[in-house]
């Protein structure tokens, strides 16, 4: 201590000579070396007194203390978790029709089927884990009304739950990633299609209604195992086998092919080839359903967003004669950013969607007929998570399938039915991913 504070000392001598701006250079030179001296002194001194002290022997990990071993069983736990994501969204939105229909329902539409009403459509919780050795879940949580008309068949008896049930389990499966090559990437369990422009999750998408392909053209979910490998930097596919069509259990004793091929030949540019083929028909396995999809997303400058979508698909065994049944579509969106017209109006965006759907043996809508419709939404991003929307859409068809009045008649209730529908939509979400 005396050491010490004798160099304290000389700094403040040395110090108080400096402010004084006395002419005595040499004292002030000499002092700092002095100081600088000692200085090393003492670290050669606290060196060789730590080389003389025994290093003590490491304990087995039964010998530690109460406090140590709760740490350690603290720092396992902590292990265990590492990785893991929780997210989630949460929305709802309130739907009108022009038609004013009696039975309270838009006719032909995917889940915006509540006429006149405010709806919880989804609160949603995903968990997933990626961990570093290459293995990792996803397991997403749904209730509300999207919920119920999502769900599949649970027994494999061809009926689904639709209806039944506010809650789902929309995806629940594992991943791996094999160290093969540049990496096989690996997905079992319940998942969500790879077919489509348009996912289930309404904040997610440009419009708040899903197109009638989403809804008509394509599954919802599978039940299977997915392989899937990069072929190049802009090249990827994916293939599998799964239960069916929206099928945790099958229905028949066939399986059914998943695939998609991916292609990004700029950052701006993304084309996919998706198809499902295989059977669909409970207890009919000869029967075959098969589904081409292409997407093309195409974003040539910020806040412009281009998409097109188109469906073909088919299935044999449905008509009579033993004959195929066909059906097919295409849809395009264009989304404009705000910010591309005025920087203060970032927080906006408008998407217009415009689509044409074929179902001309009455297998997908239970009617021969061809649906056009058209929609417009305008979204608001009040915040960073909270956002937003309305929505005007019309739809029409070359058949008079879409609800208004109900007439009571002797022989029974008698809805009158008209060839277009209107509605408007606001809807207001709250995303945490």
């Known amino acids: 201590?005396?050491?010490?504070?004798?160099?304290?000392?000389?700094?403040?001598?040395?110090?108080?000579?400096?402010?004084?701006?006395?002419?005595?250079?040499?004292?002030?030179?000499?002092?700092?070396?002095?100081?600088?001296?000692?200085?090393?002194?003492l670290e050669e001194e606290v060196r060789q007194l730590k080389a003389q002290q025994p290093v003590p022997a490491s304990a087995p990990a039964a010998d530690l203390g109460p406090i140590e071993q709760r740490l350690k069983t603290l720092e396992d736990g902590v292990g265990l978790l590492k990785g893991i994501?929780?997210?989630?969204?949460?929305?709802?939105?309130?739907?009108?029709?022009?038609?004013?229909?009696?039975?309270?329902?838009?006719?032909?539409?995917?889940?915006?089927?509540?006429?006149?009403?405010?709806?919880?459509?989804?609160?949603?919780?995903?968990?997933?884990?990626?961990?570093?050795?290459?293995l990792g879940f996803m397991l997403k949580l749904n209730y509300g009304r999207t919920a119920r008309l999502i769900q599949s068949d649970w027994n494999g008896d061809g009926t689904f739950s639709n209806g039944t049930s506010n809650f789902d389990v929309q995806e629940a499966y594992l991943t791996y990633t094999a160290p093969l090559g540049k990496g096989v990437g690996i997905k079992a369990g319940k998942f969500v299609t790879l077919l489509g422009a348009e996912v289930i999750e309404s904040p997610l998408n440009y419009n708040i209604s899903r197109s009638f392909l989403f809804g008509l053209a394509i599954p919802f979910t599978h039940t299977?195992?997915?392989?899937?490998?990069?072929?190049?930097?802009?090249?990827?596919?994916?293939?599998?086998?799964?239960?069916?069509?929206?099928?945790?259990?099958d229905s028949?004793?066939?399986?059914?092919?998943?695939?998609?091929?991916?292609?990004?030949?700029?950052?701006s540019l993304t084309w996919t080839f998706n198809g499902t083929f295989g059977?669909?028909?409970?207890?009919?396995?000869?029967?075959?359903?098969?589904?081409f999809d292409t997407v093309l997303t195409y974003k040539p400058i910020k806040h412009l967003d281009l998409v097109l979508n188109y469906d073909y698909g088919s299935e044999t065994g449905l008509l009579a004669g033993d004959r195929t049944a066909e059906w097919?579509?295409?849809?395009?969106?264009?989304?404009?950013?705000?910010?591309?017209?005025?920087?203060?109006?970032e927080a906006f965006s408008l998407a217009q969607r415009a689509e044409w759907f074929a179902d001309r043996d009455g297998t997908r809508t239970g009617t021969r007929q061809d649906l056009w419709g058209l929609?417009?939404?305008?979204?608001?991003?009040?915040?960073?998570?909270?956002?937003?929307?309305?929505?005007?859409?019309?739809?029409?068809?070359?058949?008079?399938?879409?609800?208004?009045?109900?007439?009571?008649?002797?022989?029974?209730?008698?809805?009158?039915?008209?060839?277009?529908?209107?509605?408007?939509?606001?809807?207001?979400?709250?995303n945490f991913y």
């Open 1 to 41: 201590m005396r050491k010490v504070c004798l160099c304290l000392a000389l700094v403040a001598l040395a110090g108080g000579r400096a402010l004084a701006g006395g002419d005595d250079d040499a004292f002030f030179k000499d002092t700092i070396r002095a100081m600088q001296e000692r200085i090393k002194q």
């Open 224 to 249: 299977g195992v997915l392989f899937s490998y990069p072929l190049h930097d802009m090249v990827s596919i994916t293939a599998g086998v799964v239960n069916g069509w929206d099928n945790v259990i």
């Open 328 to 345: 097919y579509g295409v849809a395009g969106i264009i989304s404009i950013g705000g910010a591309l017209l005025h920087p203060n109006w």
């Open 85 to 134: 994501e929780v997210g989630g969204m949460v929305y709802g939105s309130y739907n009108y029709n022009f038609n004013n229909p009696d039975s309270k329902d838009n006719s032909l539409r995917i889940f915006d089927t509540r006429a006149n009403n405010f709806t919880l459509d989804l609160a949603q919780l995903a968990i997933s884990k990626q961990a570093e050795d290459g």
């Open 252 to 267: 028949n004793k066939g399986k059914t092919f998943l695939g998609s091929l991916a292609f990004t030949p700029a950052e």
């Open 375 to 430: 929609t417009t939404t305008l979204k608001w991003a009040l915040t960073e998570r909270l956002s937003l929307r309305f929505e005007y859409r019309h739809d029409e068809s070359n058949r008079t399938v879409f609800s208004q009045k109900r007439f009571l008649t002797p022989d029974g209730p008698l809805f009158r039915f008209l060839r277009g529908q209107d509605t408007i939509a606001t809807e207001l979400s709250y």
């Open 279 to 291: 059977p669909e028909q409970a207890n009919r396995g000869g029967s075959k359903r098969g589904v």
